[in-house]
T-cell receptor, first 112, second 112 residues
Framework: EAQVTQNPRYLITVTGKKLTVTCSQNMNHEYMSWYRQDPGLGLRQIYYSMNVEVTDKGDVPEGYKVSRKEKRNFPLILESPSPNQTSLYFC???????????FGQGTRLTVV | QQPVQSPQAVILREGEDAVINCSSSKALYSVHWYRQKHGEAPVFLMILLKGGEQKGHEKISASFNEKKQQSSLYLTASQLSYSGTYFCGTEPSGGGADGLTFGKGTHLIIQP
């Protein structure tokens, strides 16, 4: 089944403890991106990647890192999480830039 | 800067029509539309590109006014399944690949 898989789905962590949210797609898509969703603010793009080893900042990149070493994987790294990074995170992939995006099921992160 | 969506929320009876608007302060290359049901990931509806090209589902219609930097999504003869939050995402024109910036969403409730 074609899909974008995020793990974990739910995570509660403490301030400052490094964490990684994984994202994997099995559709051989070139383009991948990360969003955070907060009540009343909609979806805001954190980082995106046009292809392997090519990443760029979105609208809210502060406090996040990404890497794209393989085409299928695009992990989101929070080196020192803070409570303001408590949010619902979505990973998405597209065949090419500016084509239909397929979203993962989301990761609900709580930083205390 | 996020595009502005209107209305913020709308309640309709089944069978009624709805129009959701998306307006940007920047010149646009493309507008993307997604629908998200409560507790689920966003799902692709349509992409409208500068120059008139559209990619999307047959039962959804939309317009893109490049001069006014606006797009509208038309939902005709609404069904209960149309309920959800609709997001527009905009890509500025000017060459190169930039990420998408989404609006805050329009909540649509369809009542029987």
């Amino acid at each position: 089944e074609a899909q974008v898989t995020q793990n974990p789905r739910y995570l509660i962590t403490v301030t400052g403890k490094k964490l990684t949210v994984t994202c994997s797609q099995n559709m051989n898509h070139e383009y991948m991106s990360w969003y955070r969703q907060d009540p009343g603010l909609g979806l805001r793009q954190i980082y995106y990647s046009m292809n392997v080893e090519v990443t760029d900042k979105g609208d809210v990149p502060e406090g996040y890192k990404v890497s794209r070493k393989e085409k299928r994987n695009f992990p989101l790294i929070l080196e020192s999480p803070s409570p303001n990074q408590t949010s619902l995170y979505f990973c998405a992939s597209s065949p090419l830039y500016n084509t239909e995006a397929f979203f993962g099921q989301g990761t609900r992160l709580t930083v205390v | 800067q996020q595009p502005v969506q209107s209305p913020q929320a709308v309640i309709l009876r089944e069978g009624e029509d709805a129009v959701i608007n998306c307006s940007s302060s920047k010149a646009l290359y493309s507008v993307h539309w997604y629908r998200q049901k409560h507790g689920e990931a966003p799902v692709f509806l349509m992409i409208l590109l500068k120059g008139g090209e559209q990619k999307g589902h047959e039962k959804i219609s939309a317009s893109f006014n490049e001069k006014k930097q606006q797009s509208s999504l038309y939902l005709t003869a609404s069904q209960l399944s149309y309920s959800g939050t609709y997001f527009c995402g905009t890509e500025p024109s000017g060459g190169g690949a930039d990420g998408l910036t989404f609006g805050k969403g329009t909540h649509l409730i369809i009542q029987p």
